[in-house]
């Protein structure tokens, strides 16, 4: 008999032992749905990014003679108008010269100076936009030099321009006359600028900007990777996937406890694609991040 009551007890202890762990192992994968990020303060760039085209006031001047060149100048260097920068050294001749025009100089060429240039501005062939490309050749002491060729070149150090081609969905959003900011990839660097006009051709889109100070390391560049910014807005600061609507308004799932939340209207007050400043949360809320996730009265 005590053989018998032992065989039929097991059964109850084993069902029991798989119910505790079912409701365990619901509340972990339960709560492994979770994708969620603390509210905090932030700083949100609402722009968008462009490989715009460096626009600059810049004339090439050729070499008088051939022969051997040697240079008096560095590469950037700032010249005022009469400085000597080289000598060239044929068989029988050795020739000066004197800078002719105060500002940058440079010793390399891409051969575009005379098409992107300040002075025909509003020429420029936007049909032939994505074939500009820069190729920069470079001029180095003791080199050999024809007649003809390019010696140097001398860039106004007070004038710079781009010419961003822009987003259909983004052209509407500017104005001419605006102000922006403009940012190169891995800095942390703004520069003011200001749109002086915009254009369409081909069913594109381009802003004609003009920065507000002129940037050395770039006259050796014709494209560049920007960031065009529209603005910048700083408050708390959450992904703009975590927002949605329901009857009530719009909000965020706010996480209250383990595997509990509930729905926190907010206002969004600003933003980009990716993220948004809101009123309504406090710093250091839990946030649900991928709402689509759960069934809470989302309106279709």
Known sequence: MKKDKSISFKPFVIIFVLIIILIIGIQIFGASRFESILAAQGEVID????????????????????????LLAGEGDRFATGRELAVIKSSNHRQKIFNKQAGIVSFAVDGLESKINFDNLDQINLNKFDDFKANYEH????????????????????????????????????????LIFIEEKK???????????????????????????????????????????????RGIKIPRKAVFSQLSGQGVLKVIGYNKYEFQEIIILNGNED????????????????????????EE
């Not at 140097?152 to 001419?176: G, W």
């Not at 993220?275 to 989302?298: A, K, Q, W």
């Open 47 to 70: 722009g968008f990014w462009s490989e715009v085209l460096i626009v600059r006031d810049e004339k090439v001047i050729e070499s008088p003679i051939s022969g051997r060149v040697d």
């Open 187 to 233: 800095t942390d660097e703004l520069y003011e600028a200001k749109i002086i006009d915009i254009r369409h051709d081909l069913n594109k889109t381009f802003f004609y900007i003009k920065v507000e100070h002129f940037i050395p390391e770039w006259i050796n560049r014709r494209r560049i990777e920007l960031n065009i910014i529209k603005n910048i807005y």
């Open 275 to 298: 993220y948004v400043i809101v009123s309504g949360l406090e710093i250091g809320d839990e946030v649900i991040t991928n709402p689509e996730d759960f069934d809470y009265g989302r």
């Open 139 to 178: 001029l180095l002491s003791g080199d050999k030099i024809k007649k003809g060729e390019a010696l140097y070149r001398v860039v106004n150090n007070f004038k710079l321009y781009l010419i961003a081609e822009v987003p259909e969905y983004q052209s509407d959003r500017f104005n001419i006359n605006e």
